[in-house]
């Protein structure tokens, strides 16, 4: 059963959830991983693009959905570059975190599905996106950073424990 919100209600909770993943913004990526950082801060601007041309409601759902396409991809490739680091550091908590990856990529897509159907709306995807941020930078990939930054040391040398 669809979730059944008003346009209000819908741009409410986004202007909320916007300003929520705005104050990730230099908590969360400040000590991030080389290029890592640099792909929250631009998961991070896409999705102030998306949440910006919802709540200006002056884009075609075409423009929208390619959008919602665009922010999917880069996420899927943020995903293949932190998991690709995790396995570098020897990170222990891997596979619970690529599974986080997995299940959202696999929402997103089911929430893109929908849309076209009128199940879900735009808004709901952005909705999901926001709540998602908030969730997994400021808990699992702010453990990945801090185990990184042991990781690396002082040095700047990658400790490998061992294989």
């Known amino acids: 059963m669809p979730i059944v919100r008003s346009e209000e209600d819908t741009r409410e909770l986004l202007a909320r959830r916007l300003e929520e ?3 990730l913004d230099d908590t ?7 290029d890592v950082g640099d792909h929250h801060r631009k998961l991070l601007e896409r999705f102030e693009s998306f949440v910006g041309a919802l709540l200006a409601g002056h884009l ?10 665009d922010f999917g991809q880069f996420l899927g490739g943020h995903f293949s570059v932190e998991e690709t680091i995790m396995d570098l550091l020897e990170y222990p908590l891997a596979e619970v ?3 986080h ?18 199940v879900r709306t735009y808004g709901d995807f952005a ?3 926001g709540q998602w941020l908030l969730v ?13 930054a042991d ?3 002082a040095n700047g040398q990658v400790k490998v424990t061992g294989r």
């Not at 759902?61 to 919602?68: E, F, H, I, W, Y």
């Not at 997994?136 to 990184?148: I, M, V």
């Open 151 to 153: 990781a690396i040391g």
């Open 97 to 99: 975190h690529k599974e």
């Open 127 to 129: 909705l999901a996106i």
């Open 60 to 69: 075609e759902n075409d423009r929208l959905d390619d959008m919602a396409q």
């Open 21 to 23: 993943v705005r104050t």
């Open 136 to 148: 997994h930078e400021g808990t699992f990939d702010a453990e990945l950073s801090r185990y990184a």
């Open 28 to 34: 969360v990526f400040a000590d991030s991983v080389s």
């Open 101 to 118: 990856h997995r299940r959202f990529a696999e929402e997103l897509g089911q929430l893109l599905r929908m849309v076209p159907l009128g």
